[in-house]
C-alpha cells in the first residue's frame, strides 16, 4: 500500500514510517520539523539522540534494511507542496501525525494558541482538499485525541452516541469538552474532516487516542541511529514517559493536581499495530469512522504508584512532590471510556506491566546525562494571561 | 453601558450600532471591510446604496441623531489593533459579528475555505485573549448560526442536551454538525468560546441565530444615508431577501432542491431585541449560555408560497423554477428546534406577514435599478472540487 505519513519526522510518526516499510508498504514521510524547531526555541531536547533530519533518517534505514522511505521537508500549510506531494506518490492511505501536539504549548499566551489552532485546523483542511483533488478514494488515517471528549459524566462512546430524546432518537457525534487551545484543535478537525466525508464522499478514520507511552519499538532496536524521538519535558513529554525518566534522574514525579485524573494509555507498540489496523481495514468511501485509540485507563495516581513500585525493584527511589495543577481539569471525576473497536479488528495489547517499566528505566539509564533537568517542572498555567492580568 | 461592535459595518452589525447608540449607549465600531471587499472582488454590491466608511456612517449618525459612534476600521487578527480598542474603549459587552459569513463563500474553493475558517477562528480567539486581558467581567454576545446543529433527527436543544445514557446522565453540549466550512467556524467558536469561559471566567451569550430577513429599522428610516446594506447575490443573500428582490424584478425564486429545507427564521428589528435582551441579562461570569436566536421555522416551499402570496396582492407576478441544489443537505427532515430562552427574556416577536413582505417588495423597488442580476443564480456547488476533478 502506498502509505503517506504526514508528521513523519515525530515520536510516533517516525515509528509509523519504519514499521509500514519493514511491512512491504511503500512509504512517504513528510514533515516540517516544528517540534524540532519549539525544542530549540525552548531550549529542552529528545531524551534520545536522533540524526538531524529526515532524509538523513531514511538513509540510515536503506543502509540498515535496504529498504526505502520517501521524504518531503515541508508544511501542510504550504499548498503548493502539498498539492505536489499529492499529485506525484498518489497515496493510498495518509496516516496524519502532522500537527501541534503538545496542550501545554497551545496554552503558554496568545501567539502559541492562534499558532497552534492555525497549523493545526487549517493544515488538516489542506488535506481534505488535497483528497478531495487528487486522490478521493484514498483513506485518511487521522491522529486525534482521547481529550476531545473531556471528562463527562456518563460513559465516553467511540465517536458517536445514541440520543433517545423527547420520543424520537438519533445517532450523532458525541459532544466534545476539550481542555486546552490544543484539544480544540482536534476536535474542530472532526468536525471538519466528518464534514469532508459526507460532502465529497471521502473516507476517515479518526483515531481518538489516550496517551502514549515507550521508547522502543522492534524497528528502533535495528540501530540505535534509528532512535525515535522521546520527551520528558513539561511542554512535550507525557505522563507515564516523563515520569519514568524522573524516576531515573531521581526527580520528583511531576503529578498535578489530587492526581485523581484519569485517561486512557496505550503502548508505542500498540498505536504502530491500532495504525495498522485501520489502514487494513479501511471504512466505505463516504464513511467517517471513529475508534477510541487505547488500551487501559489509569488515573495519575495509579500511574505515579506503578512506577514507584517498579522503582523499589530496580532499587531506585521514586520520589513524589505535590504539584499545584498548572491546568484546569477536574481531579476526581467520572471516566469510563469504550474501546472495543480496535480490538474487534485484531488488536492485542500490551498492557502496563512493571517489566516494562523497567525495560524503559534501563534504556532512559543509556541517556540520561542529556537529560535537561530545569525544563521538567510545570512553568505552562492555563491561567496565565488571567494571573497576569491580575498582578 | 459600553458596547464594542464588531463587525460593526454590516447589515445587522451597522444597524445594531445605530439601536444601541439610541438607546444611550456607549458605541464603539470596529469592522476590516472584509464583506466590502468580497463583494468588490466578485462585482456584487448591497442592494441598498451604502455611505462608503464606517467614519462616513458616524458622521451622518451625529448629524441626523446628535450621538456618537466611535469607530475603528481594522482587523480583529491585528493584534496591536485590537488590544488598542480593548484598552482604550474598556466594553462592557461585546457584540461580535465581525466573521465572514457566508456558507457559499466559504465552499468557493480551498482558498476561501481556508481564509474563512482562519479569518472567523483566529480572529474569535484574539477577542478571547483580549478579554481575558484587558476586560475579564465584560459579556460576549457571539453570533452564532442554527446551522451549528444541521438537521439531527431529535429535537434540537438551546446548546446543552442532557444525555441519559446507561444508567448515568450529564448535561453536555449539543453535537454538531454544520453544512459548509462557514457554519464549521461557528461550531469551532462556539467550543473555543466554551473552554475559554471555563478556564478564564469569562461570560459569553452565544447567539445561534437562524436567517434573518428584513430591510429596514426604526434607525435606518431616519436618514436614507443610515441604511444598512442588504444583500441578495448567491453569495451573501439569505433566502427570504433574496426571493423578494427576484419578486420584484421578476426573475424566478433561487429555491434550490426539494424545498423541504427547514430553517428558523427571524425579522431583523427580533435581531436587535434579542441582542439587546442578551446585554440587559448578562450570565454569570464563568457562564457560557446558548440561546436559539430565531422565532419562526419554514421550509424553503412555504417562504417560496409566502412570497408568491404577497406578490398577488401587490400584483406582482411571482414564479419559481426548480435549481438543482448547490449544496450538499438533505431536503426533507425533521426539524423541530427549541427558542424559548430569549422569550423569556421579553422578546416579543415580529412575525412574517405578507404585509412585512409587501413593505419589503416596496423598498427594493426603490432601490431595483441596482440589482446585478447575474449574480443571483446559484453557481457556489459544495462538490466543486469533486466534480472538477472528475472532469
Request: glycine share 8%.
Amino acid at each position: 500500500m502506498r502509505i503517506l505519513i504526514l508528521g513523519g519526522d515525530g515520536y510516533l510518526g517516525w515509528a509509523t514510517c519504519m514499521y509500514f516499510s519493514r511491512r512491504g508498504h511503500e512509504v512517504h514521510a513528510m514533515d516540517n520539523y516544528l517540534r524540532r524547531r519549539a525544542h530549540a526555541e525552548a531550549g529542552t531536547d529528545s531524551l534520545t539522540p536522533i540524526l538531524e533530519s529526515l532524509p538523513a533518517r531514511a538513509r540510515v534505514w536503506r543502509e540498515v534494511t535496504g529498504l526505502e522511505i520517501g521524504v518531503t521537508e515541508g508544511d501542510l500549510n504550504d499548498w503548493n507542496m502539498l498539492e505536489r506531494v499529492f499529485r506525484d506518490f498518489q497515496p493510498e492511505a495518509i496516516v496524519h501525525y502532522g500537527e501541534m501536539p503538545s496542550a501545554p504549548y497551545s496554552m503558554i499566551d496568545r501567539e502559541h494558541a492562534v499558532f497552534t489552532q492555525s497549523n493545526n485546523v487549517l493544515g488538516t483542511l489542506n488535506v481534505l482538499y488535497a483528497m478531495a483533488e487528487f486522490t478521493p478514494e484514498a483513506h485518511l488515517v487521522k491522529l486525534g485525541t482521547m481529550g476531545e471528549y473531556g471528562t463527562p459524566n456518563i460513559d465516553i462512546e467511540e465517536g458517536f452516541i445514541t440520543i433517545n430524546h423527547n420520543g424520537r432518537s438519533d445517532t450523532l457525534p458525541y459532544p466534545k469538552m476539550p481542555g486546552s487551545f490544543y484539544h480544540l484543535t482536534k476536535a474542530h478537525d472532526s468536525h471538519n474532516i466528518h464534514f469532508a466525508c459526507r460532502i465529497w464522499g471521502l473516507r476517515s478514520t479518526d483515531l481518538n487516542q489516550g496517551v502514549v507511552y515507550g521508547i522502543e519499538t522492534e524497528e528502533t532496536k535495528l540501530d540505535p541511529r534509528l532512535a525515535t524521538r522521546f520527551d520528558y519535558d513539561e511542554v512535550f513529554g507525557t505522563a507515564l514517559n516523563r515520569f519514568c525518566v524522573e524516576a531515573v534522574i531521581g526527580h520528583p514525579l511531576t503529578a498535578y493536581g489530587k492526581g485523581g485524573q484519569t485517561r486512557g494509555y496505550l503502548n508505542i507498540l500498540d498505536t504502530l499495530r491500532c495504525v495498522e489496523l485501520s489502514c487494513l481495514n479501511p471504512p466505505e468511501l463516504g464513511e467517517y469512522r471513529v475508534f477510541n485509540q487505547f488500551t487501559e485507563q489509569f488515573s495519575i495516581i495509579e500511574l505515579a504508584r506503578k512506577v514507584q513500585e517498579a522503582g523499589r525493584e530496580v532499587g531506585i527511589d521514586v520520589i513524589w512532590h505535590h504539584y499545584d495543577n498548572p491546568r484546569v481539569e477536574l481531579e476526581e471525576h467520572y471516566y469510563n471510556a469504550k474501546h472495543t473497536k480496535l480490538l474487534e479488528l485484531g488488536l492485542q495489547p500490551h498492557l502496563l506491566s512493571e517489566t516494562l517499566i523497567e525495560s524503559m528505566f534501563a534504556v532512559i539509564e543509556r541517556y540520561k546525562d542529556r537529560v535537561i533537568e530545569d525544563r521538567i517542572n510545570p512553568r505552562t498555567r492555563w491561567r496565565a494571561v488571567r494571573e497576569r492580568a491580575a498582578t
